[in-house]
Nanobody, 123 residues
């Protein structure tokens, strides 16, 4: 299971930290990703962190320098720190566990999904 939380309403330029608490699988071994889906748009990969063996990260171009993904293996939790938020970041954000340990950017590469948390950036 994956439980995403931390979403909310924030003004442009503000920050939020999303959390993804996981259970029921070997957290240390698998890559974890964050995706988002805005109304009328396809789900897109935002960030991914590989297994705890190497902690490599990937960010989609639009969030580079603003978002940071990290994992706390002691808590089986992955975080997404989002700074300098823009209205175009508004979406439902999902966390997911990949089918492998390496960086994975497509939805096909993920097998377990959380329920989503709404992020709204608006003044």
């Amino acid at each position: 299971q994956l439980q995403a939380s931390g979403g909310g309403l924030v003004q442009p330029g503000g920050s939020l930290r999303l959390s993804c608490v996981t259970s029921g699988f070997n957290f240390d071994y698998y890559a974890i990703g964050w995706f988002r889906q805005a109304p009328g748009k396809e789900r897109e990969g935002v960030a991914c962190i590989s297994s705890s063996a190497d902690d490599n990260t990937f960010y989609t171009e639009s969030v580079k320098g603003r978002f940071t993904i990290s994992r706390d293996n002691a808590k089986n939790t992955v975080y997404l720190q989002m700074n300098s938020l823009k209205p175009e970041d508004t979406a439902v954000y999902y966390c997911a566990a990949a089918r492998s340990s390496g960086l994975t950017t497509t939805t096909r590469g993920y097998r377990y999904w959380g329920q989503g948390t709404q992020v709204t950036v608006s003044s």
